[in-house]
């Protein structure tokens, strides 16, 4: 069984910064793709930030040239450094990874979410 979890999630005010982490553990084999989605209240969730394993990135066009996701693939975590953040920001954030566990089964891992509120 594969867990991730996510960390760095917070209060911080227009303009400011925040780093989110996501942690994978257990029974890892590999993990292809990795995505960071985000849900606000009364929303539908919605991708923030893919990486491949090999580092191609791309992002939603809110969050262009603000967010920053990055891996580490020796430590199975991934980031989104989220700079000029936006009271639009506010949500809570998930991180998805493809797993590939030692058995060789292949899903999708979510973690529980990570609240960050941006004030005005």
């Known amino acids: 069984q594969v867990q991730l979890v996510e960390s760095g999630g917070g209060l911080v005010q227009a303009g400011g910064s925040l780093r989110l982490s996501c942690a994978a553990s257990?029974?890892?084999?590999?993990?292809?793709?990795m995505a960071w989605y985000r849900q606000a209240p009364g929303k539908q969730r919605e991708l923030v930030a893919e990486?491949?394993?090999?580092?191609?990135?791309n992002y939603a066009d809110s969050v262009k040239g603000r967010f920053t996701i990055s891996r580490d693939n020796a430590k199975n975590t991934m980031y989104l450094q989220m700079n000029s953040l936006k009271p639009e920001d506010t949500a809570v954030y998930y991180c998805?990874?493809?797993?590939?566990?030692?058995?060789?089964?292949?899903?999708?891992?979510w973690g529980q979410g990570t609240q960050v509120t941006v004030s005005s």
């Open positions: 998805k990874g493809l797993v590939v566990t030692t058995s060789f089964a292949n899903y999708d891992s």
């Open positions: 257990g029974r890892i084999f590999r993990i292809n793709d």
């Open positions: 990486i491949t394993s090999g580092g191609s990135t």
